[in-house]
């Protein structure tokens, strides 16, 4: 028997070797850039941070430090919950209380359960020290205060 030949695979359907980047030819890349084409540099920053505010403005959307999306509304709502007085209560008690995560309950369920904003919901993890807030687990115990 005979064995027949593979033809080549045309070039569209050739695999492209993926083209590593290489973080210092970045920045070289940009530094050169700023220095000889200033102006260019200056328009396309300005024409980048534009698009930015246009979409933030047109959809509402910000992101937190936290990486989650929020609407302008839910920021300026987590912004006067920071800023609201402590309760008379939490100041004068140095005791810690506690939460006990039920089934199938998240960080963000919590957080608006005791604080009234499931957006509080990072002073959980932080005061919990958690690596990661997606491992939670039932019977948990969780400091909230």
Known sequence: MAKKKKKPASKKLQKKKPTVVNKQSVIQQAEQLVSKKPKEFIIGFIVLFFLFVLSVVSTGYLFLRSGM?????????????????????????????????????????????????????????????????????????????
């Open 69 to 145: 999306p929020s609407t302008i509304k839910n920021y300026q709502k987590l912004e006067k919950a920071n800023m609201a007085k402590p309760d008379k209560k939490t100041e004068t008690s140095k005791k810690a209380e506690y939460y006990v995560l039920q089934a199938n309950e998240s960080l963000w369920d919590v957080a608006n359960k005791v604080y009234g904003n499931p957006y509080l919901y990072t002073k959980i993890i932080e005061l919990n020290n958690l690596a990661n807030p997606n491992l939670v687990e039932q019977g948990m115990r969780l400091r909230i205060r």
